[in-house]
C-alpha cells in the first residue's frame, strides 16, 4: 500500500449503481479520487485527452458497465483498445455488470483489456481482496 | 648442505695457554690493556653466539694476541734484566721496583683466572658449535627423518651432555603429542610420551601455539603434570627446553631436552639450541622438497619410458624404426629426448653434441626452411594449439628424404601433464616402409582394377544378368542388368541371399536346382521366377556351373518375360477368340463345301436349333425341316456366288423340341462366304440372332397400350389430352368438375383454361406451357384458379407429349390435381411455425431481460441492503442507503411491468379484430400527446387518403402509433422544428405505412442490428428505457406484418410496416 490517494473512474449509466459503487469503495478504501461517467462515450474522451501526457503514476480503476445506452461496455473497450500504450497502461479495468450471462464473462475473461469480471453489486470483500492486499 | 662448513673449522681452536713469567711495574697498563682486550673478546664471543665461524676467526686473533703478548712479556722481561742490571746501583729504585713487580704479579695472577674463565667459555662455546656441526653432519649423512631425529637426539646427549632429548611431532586433532625418537629416556619410559596430551598453557601447547621455544630452569615450578613431574624427579631433572620443529613453516613437532641442573640452559645454550631446532626444521623441509623432486622425476621417467614403451611396440608392428620422442615443457622448450631422437637429429646434420634439451622446438621448427618450410609451420602451429589446450593430438605425414633414400615421417603431438611438468610429446616415426608398401601397392591395385573394370564392363553391357553365387548362397557378384530387370542394382543383391529374391512359389524348385548344380551339375535352362524390387514376377532362365575350385557358381540368368508375355498374349488371344465364340449373343458357325457341313458352331447356335452332335454333318442333315423353307437355297446361293445374304425377323419353323413339333423362330442372320488363303469360297459363314423374344414382346406392348387407351376413354379421369394434328382438346368428367364448370358453359381448350388460372398465376402457367412446347419434355406447374364464386383452388397439373416414329408431337396429354387442401395444411403448419419462432423469441428476449435488465436493480437492492447492516453509519448515510434502496426497487417495478407487457402481447393476439382507423388512431394520439406536440412545436403531417383502414387489434396498432410518433419528438434535432409525416398506401393487396421524421436518425451502419432490440437505446440524453421499438416491431409482427427503416445520422428516420390486409 502506498499513501497515495487511490484514483477510481466509473462508467455506468446507472446512477442508483453508481451511488452505490462510490459509497462502497469510499466506506472501504477512506479518502478515494472517484469520477462517475453515466455516458461511455464522454469517459472516452476524457481519458483520451486528460492522459496523452500524465506522467506514470499508481494506475487508475475504471469499473465499466457492459449494459449500456450509446456506447455498450465491450464498444467502449474497443475504442479503448485503440489508445497509445502511454493512456492504456494508466488504466486497470474491471468489468462491473449485473449480467449473469456466461457468455459475456467469458468474454470479458477473453479481452486482455479486462483485469477481471465483477458482478453487481460491488461488496466489501471484492475491494478488500482488490485493493487492500 | 648449507652450514656444513660452519663446524669445519672447529678443528682450529686450538691451545690459547699464554705464559707470564716477569712482573714489571711498566707493564701495568699493558696489563690493564690485556684485561681490556680480553673483556673486548669476550663480548665479542658473547656476541657472536653462534656464528661459529666468527668466533672460531675470533678464538684464533684471540690466542695469536695472548702469544703476541707472551712474546712482547719475554721482550720485557729482558728489558727489565737490563735495567735492573742498568740499576743495580740504583738501589734507590730496588724497593720501588720490587713494589712494582709485586703489583705486576698480583696483576699477573689476576691475568691468569680472567684466561682460566675465558677457556672455560671457549671450551663451552666449543663444544656448542660440535653439536651443531655434528647436527648438520647428521642431516647430511641421514637417509631419512627417522634417522636424523635418532641422531640429533644422541648428539645431544653425546656431545651437548644432556640428560635426555626426544623429538616429537603434534597431533593437533587430538591434541596430543607422540615421542618419533629419542635418547637417554628409558625403553620402559617411552610409553610416557606416547600421545601425550598436552592442556592449554602446558609447554608443548605454548610451543604450538606461539611458534617460540619453551624453557624451564626450575622443573619443579614449571611442571605441573603429576606424571611427568615424577619422571622429572625420579631422573633427577631440572630444566628443560622444548624447542618447536617446522615443516614448510608450520609448527611440526619439538625437540625436547632435559638437564639434571637448575638453570642449565643459558643465553648460549637456548641460541645453539634454537640453530639446531631451525636446522633440523630446514632439514624436514629439505626432505620433503627432495622427496617430491624424486616423486616428480620417477613420474616423468615412467611416463617417458611408458612413451617409449609404446612407441617400440608400435614400430613393431608397424615395421618402422623406433619413434624419436621428445618432451617439451609448456614453451616448447625441450626437456628430454630420447636416443632415437638424437640418432635422428645426427642423420639430419646435428652434431653429436647438439643440445637438444632446452631448444625451444617452435622456433626450430619455425627456422626450417625450403622443402620443409610448409611442414615445420605446420608442425609450429600444431604444436601452439595443443600448448593453448585447443587440440588434443595432432599428427601429420612429411616426407624427408635422407641423401640414401626416400622417407617418410609421422609426427605425433599429444598434450603431457604431470604434477611437476605440462607440455607436450612430440613424436616422430619413420613410416617410410609403410608408404613404400603402399604406392607398391596401389600399383598392383591399380592393374588390377583395369582388368576387373574391363570385365565389369563386358558383364555390365550384358544384357543378362551375369552373376556369381558363392557356398553360401550369397551373391558375390552381379552384372549391372540387374537393375533393369529386377529393380536392384548389384550393390543392393551382392552379399544378398539369391533365395530370397525368388518368389515364394519357385522356392522349393530353385533350392533343389541350386543343390544339382553344386553337386556338379551344369545346369541349362532353368525356369523360375524372381521378385522385382517394385513388386511383380520377372520369369529368368538361367545357365548356372559350379567351380569346386573357387567355390564359386558362375551364372547367367536372361530376362523371359518378353517370352512369356508372347505365350501368354497368344493364350488369351486364343481364349478371347474362343470366348467370345462360345459367349457372342448371336449364334454362329462355319460350314464347309457344297453339302453344307457343319465344322464348327457355337452353344448358342445349338441351343437356338434344339440339337447336339452336329459337327460333320450336313445342314440337311440336322434341320431336316428347314429344306423346305428355301434355307439349302440361300447356302448354296452363297456358296455358289459368294455374295452375302443378309434378313431380319425372318421367321422359320423349326424342329426345337425334338418332338416333331414345328416353332416359330424370328431371326436376324447373315450368310457370308468362307474363303481360303486363294480367295476360293471352301464354305460359308453364318451369324444368326434370335428375335423371337423381342418380336413376341412388341406384339404384346402394342396389344396392351390398345387395351389402355380403351380403359382410359371408358373411365371419366380427371385428364386433358390435345390432339395436335387437329387442335381438338379432350378434358374428362373429373377435370371439369375440379374447374366447378359444366362441359355446357365452356368448351375444352387451353385458352378456356387459361382464363380460369389466378392472374397472379397466369404468367407462370402461360410461360411453363410455352416451355413445354418448345422442348417437347414432360411437364408440370402448380397454380391456383379462381372459381366463379370467389373460392380458389390449388391445381396441380402433369403432362406428356405423344411422339410419332418421326420424333414430331401429335398429342399432348396430362392430368390434373386438386391439391388445396394439402395447401391449406402447409400454410397451417407455417403459421404454427411462424408463431413458434415468436414465442421463442420472447423468451430468448425474456432470458436476455433477466441476465441485464432485471438483475440490474436486483443487484442495487442486495448491494444497498448490504450496507445497511452497517453498524458504522451514519445517520445521513443510512438516509441515502434507504433512498438508493427505494429507486432501486421501484427500478425493479418498472422493469417487471415491462416484461409483463411484453408478455401481453402473445394472449392479446386473440383479442377480437376490428376494423381499425388509421386517422382516428393518429387523431386519438394527437390529443394524448398534445401537450409535449406544443411544447416542441410539432409539425404533424398524415395522407390516409388511398387507404385509411386495416382489419385488426386495435390497441396494437396504437401502441405502434404512439410509440413511433413520441420517439420521433424524442430523438428530434436540436434547434429544428420536429417533422413527422405518415402516409399509407395499398400495394398489392398489402397496406403499408410509413413514418417519416426530420430528427436525429440513427447510425444504422454502426446499430442497425441493434435498433429493434430491447432496452436499446441509441441517444444518452434522453430519459427512456428502450423499449418502445421493440414492443412496435413484436406488435407487427404480432400482426404478420413486417416493419423495417432507413435512417442516417441527423438526417432523419422513415420507418415502413407492411400488413398483408
Known sequence: MTNTIKRFIVIDDDPVNNFLSKFVLKKSLGEVELMVFLNPELALEYIETEFQNQPPIEKITIFLDLNMPVLSGWEFLDKFETFSETIKNQFDIYILSSSIDPADIERAKANPLVIAFTEKPINKEFIHQTFLN | MKKADKGNKTDALGNTNTKSTSLKQEKKKQATELEVAYKVIARQIEEKGKRAAELVQANIELAFQNEEKGKRAAELEIANKELIFQNDLKEKKAEELKLANRNLKKAEEN?????AELEEKVKKRSSQFSFISQVNQAIVLAEDIQTLFRNACSIALTIGKYKMAWIGAYDEDKKTISLIESSGIPDKDIPLFTKLPYKSNSPEESVLRTGKYFLSNNVEQTLKLKTRKQFAIKHNIRSFIVLPIKKSGNIYGTFNIYATENNFFEKEDVATLLEVSEDISFALDQFEL????????????????????????????????????????????????NSQWIQFGKENGLSENFPHVSTNYIEISEKSLGRDKKEGQQMAQGLRKILRGDLDYFSMEYPCDSPTERRWFRAEVKPFKTNVLSGAVVMHLNISERKKAENKEMKTLKALQHALNDINKIMDSSLDIICTINEEGKFVNVSSASERILGYTPKEMIGEKFIDFVLFKDVEKTKKAAEDILSGISLTLFENRYVHKKGGEVPLIWSAKWDGTDKIMYCIAKDATEKKRLQKALETERQRFYDLFTEAPSSMGILSGPNHVFVIVNPLYLQLIGKDNIIGKTVLEVLPEAADQGLIELLDNVYKT?????????????????????????LNFMYQAHRTENDKIDGVLFFAVDVTEQVVLRQKIEESEAKLKEAQTLLQLSTWEINLGSNVSTWSDEFYAILGVTREEIKPSPEAFLSMIHPDDFELAKTQIEKTFETLEPGSYNARIQKKNGDIKYIYSEWKFELDTNGKPIRLYGILQDITEKIMADDEREKLVHELLQRNRALEQFTFILSHNLRAPITNVIGYTEFLQDDTLTSEEKTELMEGLASSASGLDTIIKDINSILQIKQEINDIKEIIYFSKILNDITINIRNSIEVHEVEMVSDFSEVDEIFSLKVYLHSIFYNLISNSIKYRKPNVKPRIEIKSKKENGKVILTFIDNGLGIDLKAKGDLVFGLYKRFHSHVEEKGMGLFMVKTQVEAMNGKISLKSEPNKGTEFTIVFDA
Open chain 2, 290 to 337: 627432495t622427496e617430491k623432486q624424486e616423486e616428480a622425476e620417477r613420474q616423468l621417467q615412467k611416463s617417458f619410458a611408458e612413451l617409449e614403451t609404446i612407441s617400440n611396440e608400435q614400430s613393431t608392428i608397424l615395421n618402422t624404426l623406433p619413434a624419436s620422442i621428445a618432451l617439451l615443457d609448456n614453451k616448447s622448450n625441450i626437456v628430454k629426448v
Open chain 2, 642 to 666: 459368294g455374295i452375302t445374304i443378309s434378313a431380319s425377323e425372318m421367321v422359320m419353323q423349326l424342329n426345337v423340341n425334338g418332338t416333331g413339333q414345328l416353332v416359330d423362330k424370328y
Open chain 2, 111 to 115: 691475568l691468569l683466572q680472567l684466561n
